[in-house]
């Protein structure tokens, strides 16, 4: 299996010249291309790797499925898509314009940015205390406790993110956000910012294949549900409006970050991290979505 | 399996209360919201069926399904989404305006009006070869002969079909669509106008299921990526603006249609049609989506 | 004055440059863009003229003018503002998607193509007759009964007037128009295909300037209002979403077409007709504008 | 001519009952509907008066006339327009949508509050100087070093404004704005608190009438240039997306506000101010517009 990722980069490695790293804040443009990692977790806890399996990279958008699991933990269903919809978007991540018009109430899905900020002000806790529980969440579910978040990143997502702040404010107007504008969007940057590599991707994938066994200390959940919910989610929303696109040619629930990463959730079978920091148009590790094709074809993971 | 059937449509027969009969034609709203039927059909060539599994309804919007295929068949995946796009969407099934925004180039996907309207120009065929060749293909792959259009339901909506004409118009001004608008648009109202029942569904449905497997007379096909094709969209874009949510509730890759009837595909498996035409506020029929979540539920056919 | 008017064309040539002939169609790209000539009657009847005055083009958005009128003659003011509004609009004279907003009920305004096949749609007649009108009163306010549409470019427009048919279909859907969709567009594809000169323009204007007078034969006219709706829409939105700026810097109320025309209504003064085929970017005559600047300047015509 | 007003008053005052007195804020909802002032100052000095000209209530929206006033004599015509637009539009001035439309660059035009928020970004000052400056505006040209802000209103804009705010960041993140959003934004709500009489507006109208005489302590100045300007976007966008109506009934270039008042030019004849909070469903005063109509037909006033 080792040997089988590694022929999959391999294979894949010309898919840099495809992408570009992302730059819009100098510490990510310093990421090399040709950097590529990949990590299969199953369930039986055996891992697989090959590359730079153990890059550190920033998990950006990839957090948004954590945020999401905690919004429901802490709100429930209901109280979580009375604010946020269930609904895929031909718009880009950063789309803001629908949420001014008319008919609509609320942002279309938690994979995009709008929607993501709702989950991240529907975590509960006080200032600081709203990170530090996203934060241990994904600890405990990569079960690694040496996570932590980038400094330097985080400092310029929250110096640059305008656009950012537009959604939080306009979402403010709407009264889809309670509290802080300014304070929820603190704890976004700083999701955004915390380090994984792939081997975390991996484990965090293969938790919510495994149904997401394992959050006793968080009370009564129905994990069925949560995972439903997470990798339902995932599926029609994870790749932004590639999703749909990624799922005829992929078929594993996933979600992106502009970091680099793909997380990838195989339900009772297993979870996949793959790292590639050269983005694609559509925000997408260019190698990253070869090797999830590659992997989904080797070993027969297309859902569709 | 059939005493199932039965207890599922039972459990679901109150949410008749929460949809509306289509009406926007007269033809529609005849149909009886009671009228409920459900039908199984695995790949061993079982069938098991409960309620008005024989009621004749018009396919309307699942022949999106017919329509991509067949144009897939005949124009292969690079031609056909180069017209259309594989982009879930927040937005109805009839709307219009985004193709008019100066980014959009296409529409979002194939199971929206515009993007299925785009999919019946590509099916070859001059005048009524191009509706002859959807009409043989449904007959085939549901294997009834017998299946035919209604021609009342066909006039009507081509009298009433304004806003659809209004879309063909506006894809020909963007060179999407070759040809006679009003000719393209003539077949795909007879298109939606087919007439099946739960069965013929089920059976169409379980045809996708099995890889489409039975092609031979259209000639060489890869067999596996039509199917991902079919499926993959279905799952994030066949449940219109309900997608998403219908992923986490459902997790079986479904089409809806307003004639009442809802297609679901779970691969390697069966095909599942069900009838129930009381529609609920995205166009979906009410008392079948929860037929459908209770099948799901209990037969384990969830993917997420 | 018609030194003025001389040196006032040689001053702008230039401007030709910052121009292009529309040639959407192949008969108005076979206007000579070096072709220009300006005409200013005065409500004493006198006539100043300078250059290719006499030289014919199709009259295309300023027949929009024409259509409000009569619109407003055969049916008031109120039952023509309930199916188009008086709205200026950031948006170019062929937009469309705002009608399809769930918010929005009417086309913006009358001198945008949406809201002219509404007027025009509005105008008594069935059939031939509809046009013969608008032909008619043309006639009648131009003082020139050899006006009439040119054949070819009317089958042009016809021919490839895919977008306003998808505006017409449209509209057609939200209810706003009665009758037959392409026999409306019809009409409306003749009557921007009427032929006149810069002396028929400055008539117009001349005509409007002096409220309207000569209409006996309509019946009874409100003329003071008819000339204030027909000369503040104008002002506000005659010059597409270059009105607001064309109101700054020449501040006379003027409606352009692509032509290369533009009628400008200077009131209880005088009627402007200026001919330059070639156009800038928002669709009005590039020299046309510069004329009109200089004009307002010298005659100290600039209301703002 | 104050009993002319006085009856003029009285004549509209049935249209307190069309309207609603703001409440967004506290502060706004304590104003009596029934308070009805109007002012007329001529460009002799005279001034005519009736009902409650000398209630004080909050400029709102009119400052935009001023803070454009001073953005253009801070920085010229072409760099204010670079980062605004001159068109009208048929969205509310709290539009924020097209800014995320890839099509669109700037704010429509500087009477919509993104347009606004850009042209108070202009003037040119640090912290308070910025405010300072605009206060100081509008003492000398309404001629009452008495004129302040309402600390109240202000705290209670600033307190509210996330929609402002959304668009302040929105223009942040597309380089429309340097400098501090905060502080820009703090600017703008207190340039909105500005509290003034039906005198005072009458007396800004009188000074732009008189092609802004006065300003020499500015500097060299196109005055033509500047009333040209003000009056033109007045004409063609103050009046919300009501302007084009506005401009069919009134034909006096004007300026309204949430406050209750409207301000009036009358080119070279007179400025008009009138009061009276209840306002319509465009946000514009409801017997202010009543008002502005009678007068416009007593003095014969319309421009078209």
């Keep these: 299996m080792d040997n089988l990722l590694m022929e999959i980069i391999e294979r894949n490695r010309n898919l840099v010249r495809n992408g570009k790293v992302a730059d819009y804040i100098p510490a990510l443009g310093k990421a090399n291309p040709e950097d590529i990692g990949v990590c299969v977790a199953d369930l039986e806890g055996n891992i697989y790797k090959a590359g730079k399996y153990n890059k550190k990279f920033t998990i950006q958008s990839i957090s948004k499925v954590i945020g999401l699991m905690l919004a429901l933990i802490d709100n429930g269903q209901d109280r979580v898509f009375e604010k946020v919809g269930y609904e895929g978007t031909d718009e880009p991540f950063n789309t803001l314009y629908k949420l001014d018009l008319p008919h609509v109430f609320k942002p279309a899905n938690p994979m995009i940015n709008s929607g993501a900020i709702i989950t991240t002000s529907l975590v509960k806790g006080n200032g600081e205390e709203k990170f530090e529980r996203i934060l241990a969440l994904i600890r405990k579910i990569a079960d690694n406790p040496s996570i932590d978040y980038n400094h330097e990143v985080y400092m310029s997502e929250k110096s640059t993110g305008h656009k950012n702040r537009a959604m939080g404010y306009m979402m403010k107007s709407m009264g889809l956000i309670n509290g802080d504008v300014e304070s929820i969007l603190d704890c976004y940057f700083k999701q955004c910012s915390i380090e ?33 919910i997470l990798v339902g989610i995932m599926s029609t929303c994870g790749m932004y409006n590639f999703s749909s696109r990624y799922a005829v040619e992929v078929g594993i629930p996933s979600k992106s970050g502009v970091g680099g990463g793909i997380m990838g959730v195989v339900k009772s079978k297993m979870g996949i991290g793959v790292y590639g920091p050269a ?11 070869g090797i999830m094709k590659d992997l989904s074809r080797e070993l027969k993971l297309n859902l569709f």
């Design 196 to 228: 994984v590599d792939a081997v975390d991707l991996s484990k965090i994938g293969a938790f919510i294949a495994n149904n997401c066994k394992g959050l006793d200390a968080y009370g009564k959940i129905d994990r069925e549900k949560l995972t439903s």
């Design 279 to 289: 983005l694609d148009e559509n925000g997408n590790s260019s190698v990253g979505y």
